[in-house]
């Protein structure tokens, strides 16, 4: 990987990411987030943010980012196999200018619903990127500051082997790397983990588009050693 000056003397970036807000994310993750100076990427699908819009344009207002989730619960695994191309931009368009309408602003990150981005008439997946600023995607892998795909990020899962999300932290965190955590329904280790990395001074926890609009290409020359 490059060697990039993150901000502040950090040694590597680390993002959390909450998929689909639920009522969880919003009352049990969120609070522990604040209390602990912790900002987090919330991708909300439509028919769940609007059980509680105040409670999440609270959420954007304390720092936290609110990206979409526009297609989840669609599909399980991404493929959407009776859709059109244009079926998916009309149900982006729609969830983005809810999001308008609600906070102001549409969406700059998405999360992709599953590892497929398969559909009746070809893969969807530059339909996504023509929204949006940064697409997170089911990859396994780090992201590499001075090489990564903005629209097609690699993230790791919170419920995978506690083994192995170590060993991946570790790696990337010595690599001086990106590492983006996705979480659905809150694990039994949750509180443990967001705690484990707020104990680590030396690595800088953010948003994703802060993230990403720090490792743009438009800064990247100016941060590079």
Known sequence: MESLNWPDGKIAAVTLCYDGGSAEHLNVARPLLDSLGVRATFFLCPTLLLDDPAGWREAS?????????SLYNVTDHGALFTWKRSMVGEDLELTNELFQE????????????????????????????????????????????????????????????????????????????????????????????????????????????????????????????
């Open 61 to 69: 207002e304390a720092g936290h980012e609110l990206g979409s989730h």
């Open 102 to 225: 609600l906070f102001g602003s549409r969406p700059r990150s998405f999360a992709l619903p599953g590892w497929s981005t398969h559909c009746l008439d070809g893969d969807y997946l530059e339909v996504v990127k023509e929204r949006f600023a940064y697409v997170r995607s089911d990859r396994r892998e780090s992201n590499d500051p001075g090489s990564h795909d903005p629209k097609f990020l690699g993230s790791f899962p919170l419920d995978m082997r506690d083994e192995d999300l170590v060993v991946a932290m570790s790696v990337a965190i010595r690599q001086g790397g990106w590492v983006i955590l996705r979480c659905g329904p809150l694990t039994p280790d949750h509180g443990k983990l967001v705690r484990t990395l707020c104990w680590r001074p030396d690595v800088w926890v953010a948003p994703l588009q802060e993230v990403g609009d720090w490792v743009s290409p438009r800064n990247r020359a100016a941060m590079l050693r």
